[in-house]
Nanobody, 115 residues
Framework: QVHLVESGGGLVQPGGSLRLSCVASISAFDINAMGWYRQAPGKQRELVAAISRGGRTNYADSVKDRFTISRDNAKNTVYLQMDSLKPEDTAVYYC?????????WGQGTQVTVSS
């Protein structure tokens, strides 16, 4: 069983920053890609950013130039640095790992952007 544990969510004012972390219970070498998704109330879950094992990244247009995804294979961890946060970034953020055994999700962490 693969476990993903997210942390770093919270309440932040517009324009502020947060850094999310997701630690996997398996070796990074068994993970092909990792990503961050988010789901706001009443909306479908959407891709925010993803990173391949080799470090190739892609971002949703809405977060380009504000969010940065990175990966530390030695720590089996993926990060999401979120800057210039906006109220519309408010959502539950989920980590996803695409592994050799299938896809796995974390439990989610709430991010609220409000003054």
């Amino acid at each position: 069983q693969v476990h993903l544990v997210e942390s770093g969510g919270g309440l932040v004012q517009p324009g502020g920053s947060l850094r999310l972390s997701c630690v996997a219970s398996i070796s990074a070498f068994d993970i092909n890609a990792m990503g961050w998704y988010r789901q706001a109330p009443g909306k479908q879950r959407e891709l925010v950013a993803a990173i391949s094992r080799g470090g190739r990244t892609n971002y949703a247009d809405s977060v380009k130039d504000r969010f940065t995804i990175s990966r530390d294979n030695a720590k089996n961890t993926v990060y999401l640095q979120m800057d210039s946060l906006k109220p519309e970034d408010t959502a539950v953020y989920y980590c996803k790992a695409e592994t050799v055994w299938g896809n796995y999700w974390g439990q989610g962490t709430q991010v609220t952007v409000s003054s």
